[in-house]
């Protein structure tokens, strides 16, 4: 063989090596990571799952890779990022941020595993067969928050004993809206206050809402479950301020942005669940063998900083009570 034609051989075998070396190595696995709310406001609850994934052996962009996929509070988004999602034939789809988000995951696969956070029933609305054995190709985490409207409306007539009317702030395009209503009414009822419920499901609907708040005379506010007002804390909150109403919130979040408090699960722990079931299911975990977990950390925060500009004393009892006090 001549010199040249064993430089040309050799060199086109040095070319071929790392191609071939690629091609042995393992496929990464990818999650679709899909949230009914906005990025930058749920940050947190984002490490969060990265922890819980961690847990689970997982590491993004070592071992594995995420695509997000935000809908910023559009629900009617969600259809078309999960179609997205399930097109990069990812291997787990995070469906987090409520109801709206695993409604969309649902409606698009029926055999991808499907990892949920949400804080309806997930056995009442068809999403598992049971929380223990869910069946199908769905399991998640509960956070238990859609159905604390009644505790909430308590600690309301708690620190505000004289309050006579009490405004809902509602999201009626939240998929499970309408038990919530139901539940905050029943509560309203039992105390003897008067409900004034204030819709909102766009920015531009805040203003008018509390408007008719003060209008309607309300004394104290409950803002329901919804992962759009989450994603919307500080508007919300500084209207509360603006217009002086009390007002008790889902997460410790509200408080720790200047709301007054908060009754609610812990979301950064229900994501570090997830994260972890997420995990498990890369190693092979079927979603039909997994429980459904329920988070079962409850925070109840209160920012004294709020309850004083409000004029509002905190009885001792309930500061005690609280879990974090904000000064």
């Known amino acids: 063989m001549r010199r040249r034609e064993f430089i040309s051989l050799l060199g086109g ?3 071929a090596w790392p191609l071939a070396a690629r091609a042995q190595q393992p496929t ?8 009914s709310a906005s990025h930058a406001p749920n940050a947190h609850m984002v490490r969060a799952f990265h922890s819980g994934l961690k847990e689970a052996g997982y590491v993004e962009g070592q071992n594995v890779a995420i695509v997000y996929r935000y809908a910023d509070g559009q629900y009617d988004r969600l259809p078309m990022l999960a179609a997205e999602l399930v097109r990069s034939q990812v291997a787990v789809l995070a469906a987090t941020g409520g109801d709206p988000a695993v409604l969309a995951a649902r409606a698009v696969t029926a055999t991808i595993p499907i990892v949920f956070t949400t804080g309806s029933d997930p056995v009442a609305l068809g ?15 509960v956070l238990l928050s859609s159905n604390l409207g009644a505790k909430r409306i ?11 009317a009490i405004g809902a702030l509602v999201n009626p395009t ?10 905050v009414q029943e ?28 209008q309607q005379r309300s004394s104290a506010l409950m803002i329901s479950s919804d992962p759009f007002f989450n994603s919307r804390r500080d ?10 109403v009390p007002a008790i919130y889902e997460w410790r979040e509200f408080a720790e942005a200047g709301g007054l408090m908060s009754y609610g699960t812990s979301v950064t722990e229900a994501y570090r669940l997830a994260g972890i079931y997420a995990g498990r299911v890369l190693k092979g975990d079927k979603p039909a063998d997994l429980p459904v977990m329920q988070s079962s950390k409850f925070e109840f925060v209160i920012n004294l900083k709020t309850a004083k500009a409000l004029g509002l004393d905190v009885p001792l009892g309930m500061s005690a009570a609280a879990d974090e006090v904000i000064e």
């Open 13 to 15: 075998a040095a070319a």
């Open 28 to 35: 990464v696995p990818v999650i679709g990571f899909l949230h």
């Open 127 to 141: 999403y598992v067969a049971s929380l223990n054995r869910p069946g199908g190709n769905v399991t998640g985490v």
């Open 154 to 164: 308590g600690l309301l007539r708690e620190l505000v004993p004289k309050a006579d």
């Open 174 to 183: 939240y998929p499970v809206a309408t038990a919530q209503l139901k539940e």
């Open 187 to 214: 509560a309203a009822a039992s105390f003897g206050v008067r409900l004034i419920i204030a819709n909102a499901s766009a920015e531009r609907d805040f203003e008018p809402a509390f408007a008719l708040l003060v």
């Open 235 to 244: 508007q919300i909150v500084a209207l509360a301020a603006r217009h002086a």
